[in-house]
């Protein structure tokens, strides 16, 4: 079935540094999501991509869908404590499911 | 507009007992799924139903099982509990049919004994 492979798996920075986390597909995909996941609590949309090469901002955060729709990436600039989470990307699978990468755990120094 | 409700939020039971957990999605939503979520395995889908009919399943064994209501509310069943069974699971409501935006409960944290 349908793989979303996501790395990293875990990136610490120091707070005011970049991060960007990669998700790959092992098919085209229709649309891409991302959510993210504060410590101890549940995840929460934040956005969804549909086109190809399609990038979309919110403040500080840039998500970016690969040309050919199986590659994204979130990239998050000046990292502030309140990032701190799980973010993890996620496509349609088998029967229109979501398929949830293992997702990407931010921490960050201040 | 109120969110997505799973009862109970914390739960314990021992190995070969069974446990029924609860969601109410957000009012208007047809939609509700399913998911576990360990630290190892990350958010796994277990089932998606959709007008009271089972649409979606993963590749979990036949001792989890669902169903919807005609109110939209689901609940999800776990019998023979195992140790391997305790996760976090998240309930998750969509108003349409197609795959769209999810909006998660707080989630029911189940420990196995």
């Known amino acids: 079935g349908q793989q979303v492979m996501q790395i990293p798996q875990y990136q610490h920075v120091q707070e005011g540094e970049d991060f960007t986390t990669y998700c790959n597909s092992s098919?085209?995909?229709?649309?891409i999501q991302w959510y993210k996941q504060r410590p101890g609590g549940h995840p929460v949309f934040l956005i969804q991509?549909?086109?190809?090469?399609e990038v979309k901002k919110q403040k500080r955060l840039t998500f970016q869908f690969g040309e050919a729709k199986k590659n994204s990436s979130l990239h998050i600039t000046a990292t502030q404590t309140t990032d701190v989470g799980t973010y993890f990307c996620?496509?349609?699978?088998?029967?229109?499911?979501?398929?949830f990468g293992a997702g990407t755990i931010l921490r960050v120094k201040s | 507009k109120a969110g997505v409700t799973q009862t109970p939020r914390y739960l314990i039971k021992t190995r070969g007992q069974q446990v029924t957990l609860s969601c109410s999605p957000i009012?208007?939503?047809?939609?509700v799924s399913w998911y576990q979520q360990t630290p190892g395995q990350g958010l796994q889908f277990l089932f998606e139903?959709?007008?009271?009919?089972?649409?979606n399943k993963g590749n979990f064994p036949g001792r989890f099982s669902g169903r919807q209501f005609s109110n939209s509310r689901s609940e999800m069943n776990v019998s023979t509990l195992e140790l391997g069974d305790s996760a976090l699971y998240l309930c998750?409501?969509?108003?349409?049919?197609?795959?769209?935006?999810?909006?998660f409960g707080e989630g029911s944290r189940l420990t196995v004994l």
């Open positions: 996620a496509g349609p699978g088998d029967g229109n499911k979501l398929v």
């Open positions: 098919t085209t995909l229709s649309n």
């Open positions: 991509l549909v086109k190809s090469g």
């Open positions: 009012s208007g939503h047809r939609s």
């Open positions: 139903y959709f007008s009271e009919t089972q649409r």
């Open positions: 998750a409501s969509n108003p349409a049919e197609n795959t769209g935006e999810l909006f």
